[in-house]
């Protein structure tokens, strides 16, 4: 019997050596210790991974005219329908990555939508000399000068015309058909040049073929987008121009096409020459701005709080404020009214006490009339002489009642 205390203590010390020692202090104990440490570095992990997941998606899944993009701005349709044809769809993301593809393909076909306009004109021919044959859609001006194929931009295709006929020869153009013109959401522009199809009014056209048939503009990207790929012939017509060779690289030129580049223009370059002194002068105008209002009339002087200030003093100043403005009523005002309080109170009436009743009590304390001492503490006087007068007479009647 009295073993069994002993072996049960013995046990205890046991586990607490055990919980006391650095092989006892598990991962388990410190998570139950540090609970909310622990929660905040999981939530901080979890945005860590998000982010990190975000930047590590697949690049322009939500880029326009993407064959990764599912949206209805997205082109993922058309390259999943040319790989079924035996086309092999290649996105470059980078420039010198677009030529390594162009140049390791079977007579590729380029696909080139740079609606930033972030190609110069050295890369545009690099591109151009390494394609066998170039689609480009809805160019700028600049690109459209830099590739030199005698295309030119001749406008927009007008509202009226939602659905174009092909009014041309070019093969991929007749088995087309109609296809869609102007669209709400997006615009579509006209060519002249080359082979004009797709004609909206006069010879321009959505579509221009160079003489050569090597280069191919397009001025909508509705005719290749998955909203509207299934409607008319947008779909033969985007076939037929880009699966005619069994490689096709479909390139959206990016911000850091024009990094490698170099050539864009700063703002120096763009601001006219009087810019040049127009930042001294504002410089000069600020100086002369800092001088002439931030001067300081001499040090600050500090001044201990509170300041004690006694009540003499402040009358003595109310008094000269209200003499220097000629103010006799409102010092007439202040004079009756302090009378009447001070009154009120000698006559022990309370703090709700009206005048009217207040004279009447000063009155029969006085036995006098009235009338009489109504007439004087409503008097108005004209002059400061005269308020100097009735503030000597308000004075007597005060010290009258308080002998009293």
């Not at 709400?184 to 797709?198: H, I, K, L, P």
């Not at 009756?336 to 009436?349: E, F, H």
């Amino acid at each position: 019997m009295t073993g069994l205390p002993t072996v049960g203590k013995k046990r205890r010390n046991a586990g607490e050596a055990t919980e006391s020692t650095p092989g006892g202090r598990t991962i388990p104990g410190w998570l139950r210790r540090h609970r909310g440490m622990a929660a905040a570095g999981m939530v901080a992990a979890a945005a860590l991974a998000l982010v990190v997941g975000t930047q590590l998606a697949p690049k322009g899944d939500a880029a326009p005219l993407s064959v990764h993009n599912a949206g209805p701005n997205g082109a993922r349709a058309l390259g999943q329908i040319l790989g079924r044809h035996g086309v092999s769809v290649h996105s470059p993301d980078r420039f010198d990555a677009a030529l390594d593809d162009l140049r390791a393909g079977s007579s590729p076909t380029l696909l080139l939508y740079d609606r930033n306009g972030i190609l110069d004109a050295q890369q545009l021919s690099l591109l151009k000399a390494e394609a066998e044959r170039v689609v480009v859609v809805s160019p700028r001006l600049e690109t459209l000068t830099a590739l030199d194929t005698g295309i030119r931009q001749a406008g927009v295709v007008p509202d009226a015309f939602q659905v174009l006929d092909p009014g041309c020869s070019h093969p991929d153009a007749e088995a087309a058909g109609q296809v869609t013109g102007q669209v709400t959401r997006q615009g579509a522009f006209v060519y002249d040049g080359g082979m004009s199809c797709f004609r909206a009014a006069g010879t321009a056209g959505m579509l221009a073929i160079s003489s050569d048939g090597r280069l191919a503009v397009l001025g909508s990207t509705a005719v290749l987008g998955n909203e509207r790929l299934d409607e008319l012939g947008n779909a033969a017509l985007a076939i037929r121009m880009l699966g005619s060779s069994p490689d096709l690289v479909w390139y959206l030129p990016s911000i850091a096409d024009a990094a490698v580049s170099g050539t864009g223009e700063t703002l120096d370059d763009l601001a006219p020459d009087w810019a040049r002194f127009l930042g001294p002068w504002l410089l000069l105008v600020a100086a002369t701005a800092v001088a002439w209002r931030g001067r300081r009339h001499g040090p600050l002087v500090f001044e201990p709080l509170p300041v004690v200030v006694k009540a003499v003093e402040t009358a003595e100043g109310r008094a000269r404020l209200y003499q220097d403005s000629r103010a006799i009523d409102r010092a007439r005002d202040n004079l009756r009214a302090g009378l009447l309080v001070r009154l009120s109170g000698k006559l022990r009436m309370g703090p709700a006490a009206t005048a009217e009743e207040t004279i009447s009590a000063a009155a029969r304390l006085l036995d006098r009339d009235a009338a009489e001492i109504r007439a004087l503490i409503n008097e108005r006087p004209a002059s400061e002489a005269r308020l100097v007068a009735w503030s000597q007479a308000l004075d007597k009647l005060e010290k009258e009642v308080k002998t009293r």
